[in-house]
C-alpha cells in the first residue's frame, strides 16, 4: 500500500525566484491538503484540494497557489519567493467521498530553504 | 477560532517508564476528531492514535492511549513501557466536520526517552 509521497526532498532558492512542490496521495485518497512548518512551530494549513479544485484555503498570500490533476496527485507552487518562505512543506491526504476518512497520512516533507 | 494547546515545550522520561503529554483545545462544533502525530527526527509525521469526539471509550493502540474529556475538551496521550524510538516531537491537533476538514495543530512536545 502506497503511502504519501513528495518531491523534492531539499530545495534551495534565492529570494524572488519560484518554486514548485509535489505530492502523490495515499493509494484510494482523492483529496490533498497542504502545510506549512516553520522550525519549531506545528504545521500550518495552507490549503486542500479536492476534485481538482482548491477547496478551503488557510491564512496564506496568493504567491501561494496549487493544482490537484485527474490522478489526484497535486502541486503546490510558490511565487516571488520570500525569506520567510524558508520552510518544511507538507503534504497530507485523506478520503472525503464514500467511506470518508477523515485521518490525514502525511507524506515525508519537502524542505525549503530561501536564500 | 479553533486552538490547540500544548502546555509542555519539553520532556524526558527514563526507558520504560510511563509518560504523559497534555493537550486542551477549542472549538465551538460538536463533531470532531482528535490526533495525537508524532514527528521523530526523521521529520515524517506519523500518526499515532485517532479520537472520534462522539465515543466515550478512550482510544487505544498497544502502548499508546488517550485521556478524552470532552467537557474539559482535553486530550492527554499517556505512553507506557516507553522507548528509545518514542523520542520525537509529539502534536494535538484536531479536524471537525462538515466542510472544514483541515488539521489545526499544537505547537508540539519534544519528548526525549532516556536510555
Known amino acids: 500500500d502506497a503511502g504519501v509521497t513528495q518531491s523534492p526532498t531539499h530545495l534551495i532558492k534565492t529570494r524572488g525566484q519560484q518554486v514548485t512542490l509535489r505530492c502523490s496521495p495515499k493509494?484510494?485518497?482523492?483529496?490533498v491538503s497542504w502545510y506549512q512548518q516553520a522550525l519549531g512551530q506545528g504545521p500550518q494549513f495552507i490549503f486542500q484540494?479536492?476534485?481538482?479544485?482548491?477547496?478551503q484555503r488557510g491564512n496564506f498570500p496568493d504567491r501561494f497557489s496549487g493544482h490537484q490533476f485527474p490522478n489526484y496527485s497535486s502541486e503546490l507552487n510558490v511565487n516571488a519567493l520570500l525569506l520567510g518562505d524558508s520552510a518544511l512543506y507538507l503534504c497530507?491526504?485523506?478520503?472525503?467521498?464514500?467511506?470518508?476518512?477523515?485521518?490525514?497520512?502525511f507524506g515525508p516533507g519537502t524542505r525549503l530553504l530561501v536564500l | 477560532a479553533q486552538t490547540v494547546t500544548q502546555s509542555q515545550p519539553e520532556m524526558s522520561v527514563q526507558e520504560a517508564e510511563t509518560v504523559t503529554l497534555s493537550c486542551t483545545y477549542d472549538t465551538s462544533e460538536n463533531n470532531y476528531y482528535l490526533f495525537w502525530y508524532k514527528q521523530p527526527p526523521s521529520r515524517q509525521m506519523i500518526l499515532v492514535i485517532r479520537?472520534?469526539?462522539?465515543?466515550?471509550q478512550n482510544a487505544t493502540e498497544n502502548r499508546f492511549s488517550v485521556n478524552f474529556q470532552k467537557a474539559a475538551k482535553s486530550f492527554s496521550l499517556k505512553i507506557s513501557d516507553s522507548q528509545l524510538g518514542d523520542t520525537a516531537m509529539y502534536f494535538c491537533a484536531f479536524i471537525t466536520n462538515f466542510g472544514n476538514e483541515k488539521l489545526t495543530f499544537g505547537t508540539g512536545t519534544r519528548l526525549t526517552i532516556i536510555p
Open positions: 484540494y479536492y476534485e481538482e479544485e482548491e477547496r
Open positions: 493509494s484510494g485518497h482523492d483529496t
Open positions: 497530507a491526504s485523506s478520503l472525503l467521498k464514500a467511506g470518508r476518512e477523515e485521518t490525514q497520512y
Open positions: 479520537q472520534e469526539a462522539y465515543k466515550q
